[in-house]
């Protein structure tokens, strides 16, 4: 009886302690499910608002506003040897894989700018490059995701292997990669099918459509870059035709940001107003409108866009926190900072591109001009000074920079 007794208690005890771990399990569970419910609920609680004025006071310079971390000259020999960075992508190990659309090529260079190898490049065999017009990088399988548009995305790894093609039934200009889907925005006029961003699952299939862009109308060509930008919390896109960001997450596509440019935003749905291409054109060239966002970007508390207006590209940042803006307008080809456009990000900082090829006798006298007037910072001098002493036949130069506010 003693045996039984203590037996029950064992088996009581036993019991309350799995009892215990179960309700500390589950309670961990439902906690974890309701922190990500409840990001993904602020994430689209409301869409968040700002006015824009380009013709309010600018800053100065580039330098006013950008705190330059670390230049990183990329290495110019034969082998690698680029014409621009389409798209820049970093490894876990800070490596750079550099996709060069005009060229055909996607190379890794070192955290120094040092070439390590080829990993594609032009050429018509099955694991070559012909018409790739973007790659995305998935760093936890360390894979390429290479577009092209001949309805295939093809996949390598760092390490230069190729691993698969996949098939597609849509072609785009832009891709990037969200847990286990694909995004790929679509050239409506290729194929009527009516939609702009196509969500793909890994064997190709399309899973969902999203229509952003005006229906196509009889020679009437739509085609312009779209982008997309990778967050902690998913993945942002743009359109060429409004002044919307949307974010793509767990819980599908919503819109993220609004912008208004105030005089010199266009009147609403105003392309699905123009009738010929002709109008479109003058659209584009319009004095009067900010025709579209050419570069989005979100790094903390701060979003950058880059917008052109009146033949003139504008730097803008915001501070989500503060609603603080700062505009920069690069005034001509003669302005050193016009080349240091942002193009991706990378942790707590922006990274940006220079091209010796732009290079002028006038950039040098007017860069020695703003260091006479003190706007170049001591600290940077001499990287600068190694910039406008390149070659115009060198490879680019990444630019790593923080906002100094």
Same mark, same amino acid.
């Given at each position: 009886?003693?045996? #039984?007794?203590?037996?029950?208690?064992?088996?009581?005890?036993?019991?309350?302690?799995?009892?215990?771990?179960?309700?500390?399990?589950?309670?961990?569970?439902?906690? *974890?499910?309701?922190?990500? @419910?409840?990001?993904?609920?602020?994430?689209?609680?409301?869409?968040?608002?700002?006015?824009?004025?380009?013709?309010?006071?600018? =800053?100065? *310079?580039?330098?006013?506003?950008?705190?330059?971390?670390?230049?990183?000259?990329?290495?110019?020999?034969?082998? /690698?040897?680029?014409?621009?960075?389409?798209?820049?992508?970093?490894?876990?190990?800070?490596?750079?894989?550099?996709?060069?659309?005009?060229?055909?090529?996607?190379?890794?260079?070192?955290?120094?700018?040092?070439?390590?190898? @080829?990993? /594609?490049?032009?050429?018509?065999?099955?694991?070559?490059?012909?018409?790739?017009?973007?790659?995305?990088?998935?760093?936890?399988?360390?894979?390429?995701?290479?577009?092209?548009?001949?309805?295939?995305?093809?996949?390598?790894?760092?390490?230069?292997?190729?691993?698969?093609?996949?098939?597609?039934?849509?072609?785009?200009?832009?891709?990037?990669?969200?847990?286990?889907?694909?995004?790929?925005?679509?050239? /409506?006029?290729?194929?009527?099918?009516?939609?702009?961003?196509? #969500?793909?699952?890994?064997? +190709?299939?399309?899973?969902?459509?999203?229509?952003?862009?005006?229906?196509?109308?009889?020679?009437?060509?739509?085609?312009?870059?779209?982008?997309? %930008?990778?967050?902690?919390? +998913? #993945?942002?896109?743009?359109?060429?035709?409004?002044? *919307?960001?949307?974010?793509?997450?767990?819980?599908?596509?919503?819109?993220?940001?609004?912008?208004?440019?105030?005089?010199?935003?266009?009147?609403?749905?105003?392309?699905?107003?123009?009738?010929?291409?002709?109008?479109?054109?003058?659209?584009?060239?319009?004095?009067?409108?900010?025709?579209? =966002?050419?570069?989005?970007?979100?790094?903390?508390?701060?979003?950058?866009?880059?917008?052109?207006?009146?033949? &003139?590209?504008?730097?803008?940042?915001?501070?989500?926190?503060?609603?603080?803006?700062?505009?920069?307008?690069?005034?001509?080809?003669?302005?050193?900072? %016009?080349?240091?456009?942002?193009?991706?990000?990378?942790?707590? &900082?922006?990274?940006?591109?220079?091209?010796?090829?732009?290079?002028?006798?006038? %950039?040098?006298?007017?860069?020695?001009?703003?260091? /006479?007037?003190?706007?170049?910072?001591?600290?940077?001098?001499?990287?600068?000074?190694?910039?406008?002493?390149?070659?115009?036949?060198?490879?680019?130069? #990444?630019?790593?920079?923080?906002?100094?506010?």
């Amino acid at each position: 009886m003693v045996f #039984v007794s203590l037996l029950e208690n064992l088996e009581m005890s036993s019991l309350t302690t799995y009892l215990k771990s179960t309700l500390f399990f589950l309670v961990i569970v439902f906690v *974890s499910c309701q922190s990500k @419910t409840n990001r993904e609920k602020n994430e689209f609680s409301e869409v968040e608002n700002y006015e824009i004025d380009l013709k309010s006071k600018n =800053i100065n *310079s580039l330098n006013d506003i950008l705190s330059f971390e670390k230049f990183v000259f990329l290495e110019t020999i034969p082998e /690698a040897l680029i014409h621009s960075i389409s798209r820049l992508c970093i490894t876990d190990n800070d490596e750079l894989i550099v996709f060069d659309e005009r060229s055909q090529k996607i190379i890794l260079f070192s955290n120094e700018g040092k070439f390590i190898r @080829t990993i /594609a490049k032009k050429g018509n065999g099955p694991h070559e490059l012909n018409i790739a017009s973007d790659i995305s990088y998935d760093n936890s399988k360390d894979y390429i995701y290479v577009l092209t548009q001949g309805k295939s995305i093809k996949i390598f790894n760092s390490k230069g292997e190729f691993v698969k093609r996949i098939k597609i039934d849509i072609y785009g200009t832009s891709i990037a990669n969200f847990e286990n889907l694909l995004l790929v925005h679509n050239i /409506a006029e290729y194929d009527n099918m009516k939609h702009s961003l196509a #969500v793909l699952d890994l064997d +190709g299939e399309i899973k969902e459509k999203y229509l952003l862009l005006p229906e196509k109308k009889s020679n009437f060509n739509y085609q312009n870059r779209n982008n997309f %930008v990778k967050t902690n919390s +998913g #993945v942002r896109y743009l359109t060429s035709f409004d002044y *919307s960001i949307y974010s793509y997450s767990s819980q599908g596509l919503k819109t993220k940001y609004c912008f208004d440019f105030l005089s010199n935003s266009a009147p609403p749905n105003y392309v699905s107003t123009l009738n010929t291409q002709k109008e479109f054109n003058v659209f584009k060239e319009s004095l009067n409108y900010v025709h579209s =966002i050419t570069t989005f970007l979100e790094m903390g508390d701060w979003i950058y866009l880059e917008v052109i207006f009146n033949h &003139r590209t504008y730097s803008i940042y915001i501070n989500t926190k503060t609603k603080e803006i700062k505009k920069y307008m690069h005034k001509n080809l003669h302005d050193l900072f %016009v080349q240091v456009a942002l193009r991706n990000i990378h942790g707590d &900082r922006f990274i940006s591109a220079f091209y010796p090829y732009f290079i002028r006798s006038e %950039v040098n006298y007017k860069f020695r001009l703003d260091y /006479a007037k003190g706007k170049i910072d001591e600290s940077i001098i001499n990287e600068f000074k190694k910039i406008i002493a390149m070659k115009v036949d060198e490879n680019p130069v #990444v630019i790593f920079s923080k906002p100094k506010f």
